[in-house]
């Protein structure tokens, strides 16, 4: 109990001191950020915006305004992507279209990676295994941009499907989640048969094999659950990055995800939603990292007593 | 101490290994019978095939090994024709259980010990739940974990080398098993550690009537806990005995020399004695008595023909030309000689 929170306590520590960072700096940005029409405004209606947007305050009392509405859960308005609209709300629809492609696609890949790792771990060196390697090398070694232009192109001819996204017809989210899961399923089944068979040549396993225990139990009860604990490290943060979204996918099939929001809003200069951004990956990859943690904990008793200073 | 009732008979066993192509003969028709009750150890140095010839028992060959010709007979079946894991099952921890080398990676890591325990117990004994709980618990207490119930709860990593290798063995007396073969039990753990496991596994062996098979390169556990001892060279058993006619009557030269390399043994200020050259390479045939090349006293007819066993005593058998009555008388060496001397003194305190 204590690990996990000393292991929180940390964690929200970081977040802090990533989220100040991050503010701290957006105020060095150059100002025209804060304005949609600054060519043609004189110096005193400049003065006058920046003082109504309260940035011409003290560093310390902007950081507390921004707290402040931290925790009133708003972000400001975005200034130049989507004029006086509230960022949440752009974020908002965004982000839950890109989630929910994203989870999907993150089921697909990890039941589809995790049953080709195992079977390629549990006949290593046999056809699943060589079947694998195959798969994992090309989809590791083909650009992905490449493949999804195939796919768009052939597959929708073949099996009669839409080239784009519409939201309201269910058909045409299947490409798209084709697409996302390709080479992740590559991704997983490469890690999982990895830890599989470095675990497979544990003297654990010898000893269960001579205390009698056939050879789907061991894989079932001792190796399985021993392989994934490496990986439970990752999955949170894999979740979690899902809200990004992805650039080629998204942009390839016109789906309105986050996927390349971020570069849009550096480019456009748009302060505010710059800001709300780096806000929400820095969060999310503090926080998966420590839901990982704390999973990996869960499944490995080594490592919360490593930190109660053990009892050998 | 040893009846004459046989748990398990080894006839001319022959096991060969691939090898990047080659086949590397690692057993060459060796032959053993075991006494039930008895404590049998084989001693060899590395590479000698005391392993490899062990786990053939278990059907634990590794995959590019095989059984050649030859038969391992237990309770009537050839074991050495079996092939299938279903069939193996069946000897697998029930019949014949093991307890290897290094304690300190033969648990997972992420079960708790009573856990592990209680699965053997699950799987041969016909206890499920609660019940093989208590047993596991028991059997903890038994192999000598104090406060066993509270212990059963914590994970391997909790506990000590040589508690975890009470706790290996606890895992292979659960399965209550006829025949329990230690592979090196004691190598990896402290001198002190050393003789409370070996008591221990004396003491099981007393309460659940066990015949034990110790594998080892450690003539001091030997000494301790053998009735029996098989010299294993090159792939055979060249010199089998009871423990007092091998220590204090060795025939063979390669017992000689293995007994002349003990540091006990050595003259204070002379450099310790070592058995010069290397182990035959078994990928080639060997011919004739494997160590006549390392051997000082070998005869022409150690180049040439394998020489069959010899008995010295009923129980005491060995394989080397000196024992041919044509042979020429060969003393052992004075270090063997001073250990026979010693045996003697130690007998004649005694009395």
Redesign the interface.
């Given at each position: 109990m204590k690990y996990y929170a000393i292991r929180l306590l940390r964690s929200f520590l970081t977040l802090i001191i990533v989220v100040t960072i991050v503010f701290l700096l957006m105020r060095l940005m150059p100002i025209e950020g804060y304005f949609t029409n600054y060519d043609k405004l004189d110096e005193v209606q400049i003065e006058a915006k920046l003082e109504n947007l309260g940035l011409l305050n003290p560093w310390y009392i902007q950081l507390k305004d921004f707290y402040g509405s931290l925790m009133k859960r708003d972000l400001g308005q975005s200034i130049t992507y989507r004029p006086k609209v509230d960022i949440t709300k752009i974020l908002g629809d965004k982000l839950i279209t890109s989630l929910r492609f994203g989870l999907v696609s993150l089921t697909i890949s990890l039941v589809m990676g995790l049953s080709l790792g195992i079977l390629m771990a549990r006949y290593k060196g046999k056809f699943w295994d060589k079947f694998g390697t195959c798969y994992i090398v090309g989809a590791n070694a083909i650009p992905a941009v490449i493949f999804y232009l195939l796919i768009q192109v052939y597959l929708t001819d073949l099996f009669k499907l839409p080239l784009l996204y519409d939201r309201t017809d269910a058909k045409s989210w299947i490409l798209p989640i084709l697409c996302l899961s390709l080479v992740n399923i590559a991704y997983y089944a490469m890690w999982i048969r990895r830890y599989m068979v470095d675990e497979l040549n544990?003297?654990?396993v010898?000893?269960?094999?001579?205390?009698?225990?056939?050879?789907k139990d061991i894989m079932l009860?001792?190796v399985m659950?021993?392989a994934f604990?490496p990986m439970a490290q990752y999955l949170p943060a894999s979740i979690l990055y899902t809200v990004s979204g992805s650039i080629y996918v998204e942009s390839l099939f016109s789906i309105p995800g986050t996927g390349g929001l971020l570069v849009t809003a550096i480019q456009r200069q748009d302060n505010t939603l710059v800001q709300a951004l780096v806000l929400l990956y820095s969060s999310i990859g503090i926080v998966g990292l420590m839901l990982g943690d704390i999973l990996m904990a869960a499944?490995?008793?080594?490592i919360r007593?490593s930190h109660e200073g053990?009892?050998? | 101490m040893i009846n004459n009732e046989i748990v398990l008979s080894v006839e001319d066993l022959v096991i060969k290994f691939n090898l990047r192509g080659q086949e590397l003969t690692a057993i060459r028709g060796a032959s053993l019978t075991l006494y039930k009750g008895e404590s049998l150890a084989i001693v060899g140095e590395s590479g000698s095939g005391k392993s490899v010839f062990t786990k053939s028992f278990m059907g634990l060959l590794d995959a590019n090994g095989r059984i050649d010709s030859g038969s391992i007979i237990y309770k009537g079946n050839d074991l050495a024709k079996y092939k299938t894991e279903d069939e193996w099952i069946k000897i697998r921890g029930k019949e014949i259980a093991m307890v290897f080398q290094d304690p300190m990676t033969s648990l997972n890591p992420l079960k708790t010990v009573g856990k592990q325990v209680q699965e053997s117990i699950e799987l041969h004994q016909n206890l499920k739940g609660e019940e093989a709980k208590k047993l596991a618990v028991e059997i903890l207490n038994d192999v000598g974990i104090s406060d066993p119930d509270r212990r059963y709860n914590q994970y391997p990593h909790e506990f000590s080398g040589g508690m975890r290798q009470r706790v290996v063995i606890a895992i292979a007396v659960a399965c209550n098993p006829n025949i329990l073969i230690c592979d090196e039990p004691t190598t990896a753990l402290d001198v002190t550690i050393q003789a409370q496991i070996l008591q221990l596994l004396k003491n099981l062996q007393r309460k659940y009537q066990l015949t034990i098979i110790y594998i080892t390169h450690d003539l001091g556990v030997v000494a301790n806990v053998a009735d029996r001892i098989a010299v294993m060279y090159a792939g055979d058993i060249i010199e089998l005995g009871l423990s007092e006619e091998v220590f204090f009557d060795p025939k063979h030269p390669y017992t000689w020399a293995l007994l002349s390399s003990l540091p006990q043994l050595g003259i204070k200020g002379e450099a310790l004695y070592s058995i010069k050259g290397t182990p035959p390479n078994l990928f080639k045939e060997i011919k004739g008595d494997a160590f006549a090349p390392r051997n000082p006293h070998a005869l022409k007819i150690d180049f040439e023909e394998r020489p069959p066993y010899f008995e010295v005593s009923p129980t005491h058998k060995v394989r080397t030309w000196l024992l041919d009555p044509r042979a020429p008388k060969v003393e052992p060496p004075l270090l063997v000689q001073k250990m026979r001397e010693m045996e003697v003194k130690r007998g004649d305190g005694i009395e």
């Amino acid at each position: 109990m204590k690990y996990y929170a000393i292991r929180l306590l940390r964690s929200f520590l970081t977040l802090i001191i990533v989220v100040t960072i991050v503010f701290l700096l957006m105020r060095l940005m150059p100002i025209e950020g804060y304005f949609t029409n600054y060519d043609k405004l004189d110096e005193v209606q400049i003065e006058a915006k920046l003082e109504n947007l309260g940035l011409l305050n003290p560093w310390y009392i902007q950081l507390k305004d921004f707290y402040g509405s931290l925790m009133k859960r708003d972000l400001g308005q975005s200034i130049t992507y989507r004029p006086k609209v509230d960022i949440t709300k752009i974020l908002g629809d965004k982000l839950i279209t890109s989630l929910r492609f994203g989870l999907v696609s993150l089921t697909i890949s990890l039941v589809m990676g995790l049953s080709l790792g195992i079977l390629m771990a549990r006949y290593k060196g046999k056809f699943w295994d060589k079947f694998g390697t195959c798969y994992i090398v090309g989809a590791n070694a083909i650009p992905a941009v490449i493949f999804y232009l195939l796919i768009q192109v052939y597959l929708t001819d073949l099996f009669k499907l839409p080239l784009l996204y519409d939201r309201t017809d269910a058909k045409s989210w299947i490409l798209p989640i084709l697409c996302l899961s390709l080479v992740n399923i590559a991704y997983y089944a490469m890690w999982i048969r990895r830890y599989m068979v470095d675990e497979l040549n544990k003297d654990y396993v010898r000893l269960a094999k001579a205390k009698g225990l056939k050879n789907k139990d061991i894989m079932l009860k001792h190796v399985m659950r021993n392989a994934f604990v490496p990986m439970a490290q990752y999955l949170p943060a894999s979740i979690l990055y899902t809200v990004s979204g992805s650039i080629y996918v998204e942009s390839l099939f016109s789906i309105p995800g986050t996927g390349g929001l971020l570069v849009t809003a550096i480019q456009r200069q748009d302060n505010t939603l710059v800001q709300a951004l780096v806000l929400l990956y820095s969060s999310i990859g503090i926080v998966g990292l420590m839901l990982g943690d704390i999973l990996m904990a869960a499944f490995d008793p080594r490592i919360r007593l490593s930190h109660e200073g053990g009892s050998r | 101490m040893i009846n004459n009732e046989i748990v398990l008979s080894v006839e001319d066993l022959v096991i060969k290994f691939n090898l990047r192509g080659q086949e590397l003969t690692a057993i060459r028709g060796a032959s053993l019978t075991l006494y039930k009750g008895e404590s049998l150890a084989i001693v060899g140095e590395s590479g000698s095939g005391k392993s490899v010839f062990t786990k053939s028992f278990m059907g634990l060959l590794d995959a590019n090994g095989r059984i050649d010709s030859g038969s391992i007979i237990y309770k009537g079946n050839d074991l050495a024709k079996y092939k299938t894991e279903d069939e193996w099952i069946k000897i697998r921890g029930k019949e014949i259980a093991m307890v290897f080398q290094d304690p300190m990676t033969s648990l997972n890591p992420l079960k708790t010990v009573g856990k592990q325990v209680q699965e053997s117990i699950e799987l041969h004994q016909n206890l499920k739940g609660e019940e093989a709980k208590k047993l596991a618990v028991e059997i903890l207490n038994d192999v000598g974990i104090s406060d066993p119930d509270r212990r059963y709860n914590q994970y391997p990593h909790e506990f000590s080398g040589g508690m975890r290798q009470r706790v290996v063995i606890a895992i292979a007396v659960a399965c209550n098993p006829n025949i329990l073969i230690c592979d090196e039990p004691t190598t990896a753990l402290d001198v002190t550690i050393q003789a409370q496991i070996l008591q221990l596994l004396k003491n099981l062996q007393r309460k659940y009537q066990l015949t034990i098979i110790y594998i080892t390169h450690d003539l001091g556990v030997v000494a301790n806990v053998a009735d029996r001892i098989a010299v294993m060279y090159a792939g055979d058993i060249i010199e089998l005995g009871l423990s007092e006619e091998v220590f204090f009557d060795p025939k063979h030269p390669y017992t000689w020399a293995l007994l002349s390399s003990l540091p006990q043994l050595g003259i204070k200020g002379e450099a310790l004695y070592s058995i010069k050259g290397t182990p035959p390479n078994l990928f080639k045939e060997i011919k004739g008595d494997a160590f006549a090349p390392r051997n000082p006293h070998a005869l022409k007819i150690d180049f040439e023909e394998r020489p069959p066993y010899f008995e010295v005593s009923p129980t005491h058998k060995v394989r080397t030309w000196l024992l041919d009555p044509r042979a020429p008388k060969v003393e052992p060496p004075l270090l063997v000689q001073k250990m026979r001397e010693m045996e003697v003194k130690r007998g004649d305190g005694i009395e």
